[in-house]
């Protein structure tokens, strides 16, 4: 019998009856064929590794997280609540030590929802691994996290909702935004003012194949988290950088993802994209699944693999080179200090344009954010979309300083007085209050 | 009229049935050097003590639950075979080599049971060669995913052209599981031989009786096979001993909620549940020894607690079990026991009170405590021990996986609201049982040979699992070699009708006549099959049982 050198607990969950329609490629049977290749090669068979059912998400999991306009039951359905809870379950192993590594391979994903919620984006309502982050630190107190997002798609959601913290890094390769939606994450896209350097995104050309992505691991991930300093990583583990999938122009392989997450080693993995359900998803996890039990994996190569026809072009290699220069760069900037410069005290804000793509929605958003060198700062953003009129949230950020608190709380209370928006609401992580009124 | 036999660790035991209840009993030591003899000890026993003319007339089916394969596998004591595997992309075929002649061949097939590669057949050869070479005369063919498409299965087996027996993966289930039905394959060729031997003598002994009633196996997950499937799947006979008291408290007791049975032997606990009056079915397959296998079974757990558990001190800590050293000493054993502890607090009055007393006063006064404490403590120990054992179980049961939005939402919980006790110690146990539990406690009448009344009454179970992908036109029901074509419109709605009417035919081919209505479709979901953007197909999974019964309860006789 095989034995794991990692106690891995895997969090199945493919949601067989929950689709966005029946050929979106968000869709019931998307991890059909996972399903039967890892019951095939008899994975919870091996000594170490355990299934175990999901979580169902709270409310307040969700209220802690996101601002939901109207509410948070309007732009949820059960199955982003079993999902979100897959990967809530997947913290608690980790976190309680019924597991050394755990990887939640569940579905809807969420690594496009941002902070504010109008409806779905890019196959996603809430972000099921902000939710899980925000759960591990109201539980269990971690300050220190690394995202590292492997999903082929930029994920704006997650870069939106830890842009101004400076304890969360979050780091995403993905195919360059000129070649792919959403059409974001590029080089100089690097946080807010008081988390300069957190976010670093490594767009990437299309046609990049496994050499690329390790080479990314290697000389930009690896280097970045070891100053970091992390008390855990997690890895948005989309599977849409594969040589089959039919929405993206990647040359990534199974054996290529599972070297990737032995390097990289995270405590949890998430499923994200990946919609190559039957030459992709099938071999691609049960690559990740072994990689994180410590189990060998090299013979997980697709039928069709032919390293020849999708190895990178020369010209590839070098612009991707100077790409990790430049981010290994942008992340030593800020990582020293950055303070000196700011204007403590003062907000200051930006204006964006959201659309929501699976729903049609447009909105616009005046975001606010106190600058502060002690905590994530409060946060104050005003939301209208072609759904819901003028509303508000007000954020008191986890480990909030005591001047944010004060003023977060000023805040929420002249919004609701001000007779100005349609719903207010406020995420006090400091008194753990959250309305979603 | 049925008869029912179980051959066990300690005891054969044989009982008659009709439908006014037990006929006849019969019990012997089992000899597990010669187990046809104990068999036949105990068929003897039994048409002794009734006019054995009548009952052969009547008889209309004998059900053996043996130990035989079991004990082979775990002592070790089975045949060589040759086990010729192939695998493709995945965990490489070498993590699962099992003895010496294992041989991983080229070859591969993926999970909508497409040939990737042709099977290598200067490998084959070879690999065939050097088992011949050391006197192989038994094999096994198992091939990833040959539920899907069983040819490089049937490949193999051809080229083992002059071997006694060759198992073919996919005939044993339709579950997937490549490490599994390696082992489960194996096992079965390396008891092939043994069982076979064992049922040439036990038709003959029945020959040479003048019985010629139908002779089935009973099987884990209590049900049935004829003696002649057997011979072909002799691995379905592992561990059915379980099964048999679990049938028998089905057919003694009305069960009709959520229930917990506690089969209480000498040396051992077995745990069976049951959900909605029904025995729960394991949903991966028993392992046997160190081999988990596809082989179905009742969900059951075995611990070591029995009457004949021996108490041990140590260090003011007082543990009772796993060891059976012999009887209690109430019954002339020499080490203290569970039943002597209970002796000596009266709690019971069972073989020679004084016998226990002195050993219990004994023990105790080398654990340097009292004599009471010390029964105390035992008796607590093994109540807490099986109480825990059984909420563990319960939590596994409850915590079980599912993979739709529905079962998270509505799926059901299994909470028990009575217990079920049977085997010797079993009346003794009852108070202290529903002190631990919490729960009305039931013991049948006859609880001594409720599993013999199992063995006897169980009917025959057979599970069938369909595939069909309508993209490529196959459809599948590897364990009875059903591989065909389907139309592109096939549906879900076929799909069941020709589960249904598989599974009758099956059963009629090999002499079990039962009716629709006793084959229950266990699961169905269709999904779609898109290539682009369009849906260009269905993948179709569908699963039909024959569900574990007795023919008759007999519970209207009983008292509980």
């Known amino acids: 019998m095989i034995e794991a050198k990692r106690k891995l607990g895997l969090i199945f969950f493919p949601a067989f009856d929950w689709a966005i329609s029946p050929t979106h490629p968000e869709r019931e049977e998307r991890l059909l064929y996972t399903q039967d290749q890892l019951w095939e090669e008899g994975i919870f068979d091996i000594k170490g590794i355990v299934e175990y059912k999901p979580d169902i998400a709270s409310e307040e999991d969700i209220k802690r997280t996101h601002f939901c306009i109207p509410n948070v039951a309007a732009v949820i359905t059960q199955s982003h609540m079993i999902s979100a809870g897959g990967a809530i379950k997947a913290a608690r192993l980790v976190m309680e030590g019924n597991a050394d590594r755990a990887f939640a391979l569940v579905r809807p994903p969420g690594h496009h929802a941002m902070k504010v919620v109008h409806g779905n984006r890019g196959f996603c309502n809430i972000n099921i691994e902000a939710v899980m982050i925000e759960y591990i630190r109201e539980h269990y107190g971690h300050r220190r996290i690394a995202i590292v997002d492997t999903d082929c798609h930029h994920g704006d959601g997650t870069q939106d909702i830890y842009w101004h913290d400076p304890n969360v890094l979050y780091i995403s390769l993905h195919q360059d935004g000129r070649t792919l939606y959403p059409g974001s994450g590029f080089l100089d896209e690097l946080g807010g003012p008081n988390a300069l350097g957190k976010t670093i995104n490594i767009p990437l050309p299309p046609m990049t194949s496994s050499e690329g992505f390790l080479y990314v691991i290697d000389n930009a991930v690896l280097p970045i988290l070891e100053m970091f300093q992390p008390d855990i990583v997690i890895n948005s583990a989309g599977q849409d950088n594969h040589y089959t999938d039919p929405i993206t122009n990647m040359n990534f392989s199974a054996q290529g993802y599972a070297i990737l997450n032995d390097k990289l080693n995270p405590h949890i993995a998430v499923l994200e994209g990946g919609y190559s359900i039957q030459g992709a998803l099938p071999y691609v996890n049960l690559g990740i699944v072994l990689a994180m039990a410590g189990v060998d994996y090299s013979g997980v190569v697709e039928p069709d693999y032919h390293e020849r026809a999708i190895r990178q072009d020369k010209s590839i290699s070098e612009y991707i080179a100077k790409i990790c220069d430049e981010a290994v760069r942008n992340y030593k900037r800020f990582h020293e200090s950055f303070s000196h410069h700011r204007a403590i005290g003062q907000f200051q804000t930006r204006v964006k344009n959201i659309y929501y793509d699976t729903d049609g929605i447009r909105e616009k958003q005046v975001e606010s954010v106190m600058i502060c060198d002690e905590c994530a700062g409060v946060l104050k953003i005003e939301t209208v979309s072609s759904v819901n009129p003028l509303s508000v949230g007000i954020e008191i950020p986890f480990a909030a300083c005591s001047r944010c608190r004060d003023v977060g709380v000023k805040l929420f209370r002249e919004a609701k007085e001000s007779g100005k928006y349609a719903y207010a609401k406020f995420i006090n992580r400091i008194d753990r209050e959250y309305i979603d009124s | ?560």
Not at chain 2, 387 to 392: F, G, I, L, R, S
Not at chain 2, 399 to 409: L, N, R, S
């Open chain 2, 1 to 560: 009229m049925w008869l029912g036999l179980d051959v066990g660790g300690t005891h054969t035991d044989a009982v008659v049935v009709d439908e006014n209840g037990i006929v006849a009993t019969a019990k012997v030591v089992t000899d597990h050097a010669n187990l046809i003899q104990s068999v036949q000890k105990a068929f003897e026993q039994i048409f002794r003590s009734y006019p054995s003319d009548e009952v052969k007339k009547k008889l209309k089916r004998i059900n053996l639950s043996t130990t035989l394969s079991t004990n082979a596998i775990v002592e070790g004591k089975t045949e060589n075979v040759g086990v010729i595997v192939s695998s493709g992309p995945g965990i490489h075929p070498s993590h699962f080599k099992i003895e010496q002649h294992y041989f991983p061949i080229s070859g591969s097939i993926d999970h909508r049971g497409k040939e990737i590669s042709k099977l290598n057949a200067e490998e084959l050869r070879k690999a065939i060669d050097a088992c011949k070479k050391d006197g192989i005369k038994v094999f096994s063919a198992v091939t990833k995913f040959s539920t899907r498409n069983p040819s490089h299965e049937e490949q193999i087996r051809d080229a083992c052209a002059d071997a006694d027996f060759v198992t073919l993966g996919h005939r044993i289930s339709g579950k997937l599981g490549f490490p599994r039905r390696i082992g489960t394959a194996y096992l079965n060729s390396a008891v092939w031989r043994l069982f076979n031997a064992f049922a040439d003598a036990i038709e003959k002994n029945l020959v040479s009786m003048e019985i010629h009633c139908p002779v089935h196996i009973l099987k884990a997950d209590g049900g049935t096979i004829p003696l002649a499937e057997a011979r072909k799947l002799p691995v379905e006979s592992i561990l059915s001993g379980p099964a048999a008291s679990t049938m028998g408290i089905s057919s003694l007791c009305r069960i009709a909620g959520d229930a917990v049975a506690l089969d209480i032997g000498g040396t051992t606990t077995d745990i069976s549940v049951f959900a909605d009056g029904e025995p729960l079915i394991e949903p991966h397959g028993i392992t046997v020894g160190k081999f988990p296998t596809l082989v179905r079974s009742l969900y059951t757990r075995s611990i070591g607690i029995g009457g004949d558990s021996a108490i041990v001190a140590i260090d003011g800590k007082v543990q009772v079990g796993p060891t059976r050293y012999g009887p209690s000493m109430a019954e002339g054993g020499d080490v203290p026991t569970l039943l002597d502890a209970m002796n000596y607090l009266k709690k019971i009055s069972h073989g020679d009170v004084d016998l226990s007393v002195r050993g219990i006063e004994r023990l105790a006064k080398e654990a340097r405590i009292s004599a009471k404490q010390l029964s105390l403590m035992a008796i607590d120990f093994a109540f807490t021990t099986i109480k825990e054992a059984v909420d563990a179980l319960l939590k596994e049961v409850n915590e079980k996986p599912v993979y739709t939005i529905h079962e998270m939402i509505e799926g059901k919980v299994v909470q028990p609201t009575s217990v079920y006790a049977m085997g010797g110690p079993s009346r003794a146990f009852l108070p202290l049982l529903e002190e631990k539990f919490a729960l009305p406690v039931h013991v049948p009448n006859n609880y001594a040979v409720a599993n013999a009344i199992g063995a006897a009454l169980a009917r025959t179970t057979y599970e069938i699992e369909l595939h069909a992908d309508t993209e490529r036109g196959k459809l599948s029901i590897p364990n009875i070699g059903k591989f065909e074509s389907c139309e592109r419109n096939y549906s879900i709605e076929n799909a069941k009708i020709d589960l249904i009417n598989h599974l009758l035919s099956h059963l009629q081919s090999i002499g079990i006549s039962i009716t629709e209505s006793d084959v229950q479709i266990v699961e169905a979901s269709s999904f779609n099959i898109v290539s682009g953007f369009y849906t260009s197909g269905k993948n179709i999974r569908a699963r039909a049982q024959v569900k574990p019964a007795v023919e008759i309860t007999l519970y209207s006789r009983n008292n509980a």
